[in-house]
């Protein structure tokens, strides 16, 4: 038995993940327990968990993998630092003490975070390996995808030198064919935009691509953007690849990501403050101009990338990899016969692709693909890996907050009233068994509603979610019944493929439609669906599959015998600003500090007008409500 435990931290989403003999465990980002978005710190919580999971400890470890190499990236920061002096002194000055203090010294702050773990002396160090950014990317792409041979596209912001790598992955391991290197970045470009359209760089990004569909695609404001970016800040060449006019950009070496004084002289507008309510149509032209060019950039790679490997399958990680609609234009190009997207893309899923690079490459076990059913098509379990909880955690919100719940002694009749409830307009959370790996909710910690009625989302982003109004919501879809509502010839199990609604589910636009401002555009009864139709039909999908999700299925199934419509509003179950509920206690209080109307926990029901602490200036707290 080969136990590994894979490590990412210290930039952004630190994780952990637990792989024995090449199968993962348990796998968690540390912002879940910690309550800290996008966590970067030594991930020791979940490390906690992962090892947990399998009753061992750090002794017991046959291997630790890092998911990059911290020196060469400070290589590449003292490079560019004097590539671009005198400029950058400001930003040297803040970064070179946290790394002289900590990330030089790598590996003895690991062994010393670790022995907190253990809380104890580390009886047997296991080896300690750091295999490169992007190879632990690609890993996480290729390795537990169901091909033995893809090309394998990785694209984010940067990780030591590599922004983009092509490689080529077969059962025998994974070859590097092309790099693109700091600080041509198209994960970096898109930050930067974020950025400049007033949304948060690392975590705007999701903000930025559903602003997009916004914009008016025929427009000359949107045409006249997109063409200023091409002929002055992005050199595009045939084969993906990209260079940037740095003289337009100052993350290589300065503080901002860049230049407001050139941006505002070639675009005509002044970047837009930060969070601000109002969003005027030029950002949106703009969101659309650059989601346009991305979309061309990631299909001009992705041919290059069939072209040098010749493979019929693709495999994609990396930041950039979570814009689902690149993936979804990419998917309708026919230019693969087979995509795959590892759920976890970002730096999180760095730490599974470390521990696969450490079993398949530095270990030398090939690939195999096991024999699967249909809908098992991969070795991610559906990313249901983190932690799970018994009834009994749940019970004891009865202790802590007096919660008041019902319990339901079959499953069918508790989705049965669930799926009645949200057909009458209800808003439910739905907490069940492991939590979900990944920036998305896939049925397990998730906030449900009903696609069909058109305040759904408006109520969801306003007085739940509490985040802009303008931004979309998943459509879950049970598998068998996507194609009756989506143009989509594919499973889609992680959320990463956009799809436009069918044609006959939509309604008829009003005349000057293009020309109206954003919230009458938005809360215009575009489908039959209009929960989970964006502005321009399309949908962002999530295909729930009987045998990697029973529970969520069952759901979804009494909901469609209710109503005929197999599908469900799903959204994460967290306020903005907040990751993702992790504990049933997590679970309760959102609930509670939200217009949530319902909860429900494994086979208990809470319902927000019974419980002792629930407070409405028109209603008080009644009997239980659910008989």
Not at 10 to 22: E, F, P
Not at 541 to 561: C, D, G
Request: charged share 20%.
């Amino acid at each position: 038995m080969t136990t590994i435990l894979g490590i990412s931290a210290y930039y952004h989403d630190s994780a952990a993940v637990l792989m024995i003999d090449g199968n993962i465990i348990a796998a968690a980002q540390e912002e879940r327990f910690t309550r800290i978005k996008h966590d970067e710190t030594f991930p020791s919580n979940a490390i906690s968990y992962v090892l947990d999971e399998a009753g061992i400890g750090v002794s017991n470890l046959d291997a630790i993998a890092f998911y990059d190499k911290p020196y060469i990236k400070f290589e590449r920061l003292l490079e560019s630092y004097h590539a671009f002096a005198p400029k950058g002194l400001k930003s040297f000055l803040a970064s070179m003490p946290v790394w002289i203090k900590g990330k030089l010294f790598i590996r003895n702050n690991i062994w010393r975070e670790l022995q907190t773990v253990e809380g104890k002396p580390i009886s047997k160090k296991p080896k300690l390996l750091f295999p490169e950014h992007h190879l632990s990317h690609a890993a996480s792409a290729f390795y537990p995808s169901p091909y033995t041979d893809a090309a394998i596209l990785t694209i984010d912001g940067v990780g030591e030198w590599a922004t983009t790598t092509i490689c080529h992955g077969t059962q025998n391991g994974i070859t590097k064919l092309r790099a693109l290197a700091f600080p041509h970045s198209v994960g970096l470009l898109y930050s930067s935009f974020t950025a400049y359209c007033g949304f948060k760089v690392n975590s705007g990004e999701y903000k930025l691509m559903g602003l997009a569909p916004y914009g008016i695609r025929e427009s000359e404001e949107t045409r006249s953007f997109k063409q200023a970016i091409l002929d002055h800040m992005v050199d595009l060449k045939p084969d993906g690849s990209i260079f940037l006019n740095m003289a337009y950009f100052d993350y290589a070496a300065g503080l901002r990501m860049y230049n407001p004084t050139k941006w505002q002289r070639l675009l005509g507008i002044p970047p837009r403050q930060p969070e601000s309510d109002e969003i005027a149509q030029q950002y949106m032209n703009l969101a659309l101009a650059l989601q346009e060019i991305t979309e061309e950039i990631v299909l001009k790679m992705a041919e290059t990338a069939k072209k040098i490997t010749g493979s019929s399958n693709l495999v994609m990680a990396g930041g950039v990899a979570l814009n689902c609609v690149a993936n979804g234009q990419l998917l309708k190009s026919g230019l693969f016969d087979k995509i795959w997207i590892q759920p976890a893309a970002g730096d999180a899923g760095g730490a599974l692709g470390a521990a696969y690079a450490v079993h398949h490459i530095h270990n030398g076990n090939p690939k195999i693909v096991p024999e699967r059913n249909q809908t098992e098509q991969d070795a991610m379990q559906g990313a249901y890996l983190g932690p799970a909880f018994s009834d009994r955690e749940a019970e004891k919100l009865r202790f802590k907050y007096s919660a008041v719940l019902k319990r339901y002694d079959h499953f069918d009749e508790l989705c049965r009233k669930i799926a009645a409830l949200i057909a009458d307009g209800h808003v439910v959370g739905w907490f069940q068994d492991r939590m979900e790996w990944g920036p998305r909710a896939l049925g397990n910690r998730s906030i449900i509603a009903d696609p069909r009625n058109p305040e759904t989302q408006k109520k969801l982003n306003i007085k739940i979610k509490y985040r802009e109004g303008f931004r979309p919501f998943a459509p879950s879809v049970l598998a068998e019944h996507v194609d009756e509502w989506f143009d989509l010839n594919a499973s889609s199990p992680y959320m990463l493929l956009i799809a436009p609604v069918k044609h006959r589910h939509r309604k008829t636009e009003p005349h000057g439609y293009n020309e109206l401002p954003m919230y009458p555009r938005l809360y215009h009864l575009r489908s039959d669906i209009p929960a989970v139709t964006h502005v321009d039909y399309s949908a962002r999908i999530q295909t729930v599959h009987q045998a990697t999700n029973p529970k969520y299925w069952h759901l979804i199934s009494a909901f469609n015998e209710l109503t005929g419509v197999p599908l469900l509003v799903n959204t994460s179950f967290n306020v903005r600003g907040e990751p993702i509920v992790c504990t049933p206690e997590d679970a309760y209080r959102c609930f509670m500090r939200t217009e949530m109307d319902f909860l429900v926990i494994d086979n208990l029901l809470f319902a927000k007008k019974s419980q002792p602490h629930f407070k409405d200036s028109t209603q008080s707290p009644t009997p239980f409500p659910l008989d």
